[in-house]
C-alpha cells in the first residue's frame, strides 16, 4: 500500500499521480487514503498520462467502490456509502466534461439576404460546432 502526494516534485510521473489525487479529493493525507499509487499509474497509462480524464476514471473507480457497500446508521455512526458513490459519479462526470472542452451546439438562424433560399437548400440541417 503506498500514498505519494507532492505538488513540488520534479519527478513527471510523482508530479502528474499527485495532481490526479488532487483533482480527485484524495489528498488528506497518507493516512486517510482512497487510490492507490499503482491504481492512479494505472489510471495515467489508460489515458496516455492525461491527467484530468485519469482522475475521471478514478472518480468513476470510486463511485463503483462505494455503490457496492451498503449504507447504515448504528450507535450514533451514519455511513452514507451510497450519497459517496453519487459524489465520486458527479465529480467523473464534471472532470469528463472539461475534457471535452464544453463543447455543445446550438441552432443557427440566417438572417441574410439569402434566407429564403437557405431554406430550400441542403444546408438547412447542418450541425455547426463552437467550442464555448
Do not use: H, P, W
Not at 73 to 91: F, I
Not at 96 to 122: C, F, Q
Amino acid at each position: 500500500m503506498s500514498y505519494t502526494y507532492d505538488l513540488s516534485s520534479a519527478v513527471a510521473a510523482t508530479l502528474r499521480a499527485s495532481k490526479v489525487r488532487l483533482l480527485v479529493g484524495d489528498n488528506d493525507g497518507s493516512a486517510n487514503y482512497e487510490l492507490e499509487d499503482d491504481e492512479i499509474a494505472y489510471f495515467l497509462a489508460e489515458r496516455g498520462n492525461a491527467v484530468k480524464a485519469a482522475s475521471a476514471d478514478a472518480c468513476q473507480a470510486l463511485a463503483t467502490r462505494y455503490s457496492k457497500l451498503a449504507s447504515f446508521t448504528a450507535d450514533g455512526l451514519n455511513v452514507q456509502n451510497g450519497e459517496r458513490a453519487a459524489q465520486y459519479a458527479a465529480r467523473a462526470k464534471e472532470l469528463r466534461a472539461d475534457v471535452a472542452g464544453g463543447m455543445s451546439t446550438i441552432a443557427i438562424t440566417r438572417t441574410d439576404g439569402y434566407s429564403e433560399e437557405a431554406e430550400d437548400s441542403e444546408y438547412e440541417s447542418r450541425t455547426v460546432y463552437i467550442k464555448v
